[in-house]
């Protein structure tokens, strides 16, 4: 049978990385063939190229037994290949139809493109307002225009890079549903994902990738999660140890926080009501786009609207502070979009260490760089951030090591508060494993910690407690040891009951371990 795709000493150089070295993979027609490798291994990078987005420097690409140069993502589409990034290549002034009418021949018009985006969105449970613009969207909700666009083009082979990081269960579960039949109907799929169980589940084939070289092929339906963590990263992740909290005073406590939207296609937030304790991590779980972006917002100071009163960090009332203010009181946040939000793209990473660090800024307003410097290249050394020094600009990470510094730049300055958006979005199951843990550490040192999360195991794995955002509505809070996957999905309906019932924890009430 011929190969769908064949590669052959693939080798790419970046300044001070070598990405790719001497890379070979075959993928047959149908197979859905996943691509296995820790943060910085240079999946990205090999996907890049098939795409035709990045040139090699080295090697052959062979398509349907033909070699191929491929120039341009037009020329890789026109071949049959098509791609979602991890990082979403999206026009935010555009709507979600103009932005996949984009990456489509002209042959429809863009009334049609719209009907067809409401039909496949429909048809693969990926609900998508074709009309609405991509500033105004989340990035569970950009996600899906990137998944839509990808599967109007009927491709022979589909690249999707960690397609389900902002997707819930019965979400993935029809992914994946929808990628089995592309699959029986001959498409090839190379999926790159950090999520074990997915792989397993999913994949027929499993090349895994380390420092830019292939150091194995396994079947992983015959493998278990520690043998693939093994073959990833070397060793199995380390165990978490969570004890029950100490629970010290409220720490955060938001009364009543009703902020209308400041976009039509937005969620308005209703009279949201919780607190937040010291020494313990409260989690949030939901389907994207469901007012979770707002309240964090709100929360962090990035949208400084809320009424007097509403919003307190330990006894001061914050609801109309600006995030440096918060800061100076301990509330440190990390946003779910990492770059342009966490990190500015062309900025180096000791730039964007002084953008939250406080302690790099001496008497009269003058910044100590060599300190910056320092403090940055530990950082790098101790969360792994694979990167070619302090120097380098934060665009030239992949995407899982800019959130493994972006999340070790918050958790390295010690707040009394830290607000977490999609803490693990896109790192490996080593790093996973080390941000899930500083968290705990965090936790047991008096840290209260508010995680906004996807990843319903994350949840389970690291909170205390649990609520559920749903239309702008926040559910009351749950111990987690009483918490089920069942009935947190029913409350992402809002389906949930009174307060009373469930232990809807008032300010200056303490949870019961």
């Known amino acids: 049978m011929t190969l769908r795709l064949e590669l052959r000493g693939i080798t790419k150089q970046y300044p001070g990385v070598l990405a790719n070295d001497g890379v070979g993979l075959k993928v047959q027609p149908g197979e859905i063939h996943a691509v296995l490798g820790e943060n910085g291994a240079g999946k990205s990078t090999l996907m890049k190229i098939i795409f035709g987005s990045v040139k090699p420097d080295a090697g052959e690409v062979f398509f349907n037994g033909q070699q191929v140069h491929i120039k341009s993502p037009q020329e890789a589409r026109a071949l049959g290949i098509s791609m979602v990034f991890q990082h979403f290549s999206l026009f935010d002034t555009l709507t979600a139809a103009e932005n996949v009418w984009l990456g489509l021949d002209k042959s429809l018009s863009l009334e049609e493109v719209t009907k067809r985006i409401r039909e496949v969105s429909g048809e693969y449970g990926l609900e998508l307002d074709p009309d609405r613009h991509v500033h105004s969207l989340t990035v569970g909700e950009r996600q899906r225009i990137e998944i839509v666009r990808a599967l109007m083009t009927n491709p022979q082979l589909l690249i999707l890079d960690e397609p389900t990081s902002v997707l819930i269960p019965q979400a993935v579960e029809k992914l994946f549903g929808t990628l089995r039949q592309l699959a029986d109907k001959g498409c090839s799929i190379l999926y790159?994902?950090?999520?074990?169980?997915?792989?397993?589940?999913?994949?027929?084939?499993?090349?895994?990738?380390?420092?830019?070289?292939?150091?194995?092929?396994?079947?992983?339906?015959?493998?278990?999660?520690?043998?693939?963590?093994?073959?990833?990263?070397?060793?199995?992740?380390?165990?978490?140890?969570?004890?029950?909290?100490?629970?010290?005073?409220?720490?955060?406590?938001?009364?009543?926080?009703?902020?209308?939207?400041?976009?039509?296609?937005?969620?308005?937030?209703?009279?949201?009501?919780?607190?937040?304790?010291?020494?313990?991590?409260?989690?949030?779980?939901?389907?994207?786009?469901?007012?979770?972006?707002?309240?964090?917002?709100?929360?962090?100071?990035?949208?400084?609207?809320?009424?007097?009163?509403?919003?307190?960090?330990?006894?001061?009332?914050?609801?109309?502070?600006?995030?440096?203010?918060?800061?100076?009181?301990?509330?440190?946040?990390?946003?779910?979009?990492?770059?342009?939000?966490?990190?500015?793209?062309?900025?180096?990473l000791a730039q964007n260490t002084l953008l939250t660090r406080m302690d790099a800024v001496g008497p009269g307003g003058w910044l100590r760089m060599k300190g910056v410097m320092g403090m940055t290249s530990e950082l790098i050394e101790r969360f792994n951030v694979k990167a070619a020094g302090a120097h380098a600009p934060a665009k030239s990470l992949s995407g899982g090591n800019l959130q493994k510094f972006i999340m070790g730049r918050e958790i390295d300055a010690a707040p009394r508060v830290l607000l977490v958006s999609q803490p693990t979005w896109g790192v490996d199951v080593g790093a996973a494993a080390q941000i899930r843990g500083e968290l705990l550490k965090l936790r047991d040192a008096g840290c209260a910690i508010l995680v906004v999360s996807e990843e319903l195991d994350e949840l389970f794995e690291v909170c205390d407690r649990l609520m559920v955002m749903a239309q702008g509505r926040l559910s009351p809070s749950l111990a987690t040891a009483q918490a089920t996957i069942e009935r947190l999905g029913e409350w992402m309906s809002g389906l949930?009951?009174?307060?009373?019932?469930?232990?809807?924890?008032?300010?200056?009430?303490?949870?019961?371990?």
């Open 192 to 348: 790159i994902s950090h999520k074990l169980d997915e792989i397993r589940a999913l994949c027929h084939h499993c090349t895994v990738m380390r420092g830019g070289k292939v150091t194995g092929e396994v079947d992983p339906r015959n493998e278990s999660n520690a043998s693939l963590s093994r073959l990833m990263i070397g060793s199995e992740p380390i165990e978490l140890r969570h004890g029950a909290p100490m629970l010290g005073d409220v720490a955060l406590a938001v009364k009543g926080l009703s902020v209308p939207s400041d976009d039509p296609f937005g969620v308005s937030l209703k009279a949201v009501n919780f607190a937040l304790c010291a020494g313990e991590i409260v989690g949030i779980a939901g389907v994207s786009g469901n007012g979770q972006q707002a309240l964090m917002a709100v929360l962090s100071g990035e949208d400084p609207r809320g009424a007097p009163g509403s919003v307190t960090l330990f006894g001061h009332d914050i609801s109309r502070a600006r995030p440096m203010k918060r800061r100076k009181l301990g509330l440190h946040s990390v946003p779910e979009e990492r770059l342009g939000r966490g990190a500015v793209p062309t900025m180096s």
């Open 496 to 513: 949930w009951d009174k307060p009373a019932a469930t232990g809807q924890m008032a300010e200056g009430e303490h949870v019961q371990a």
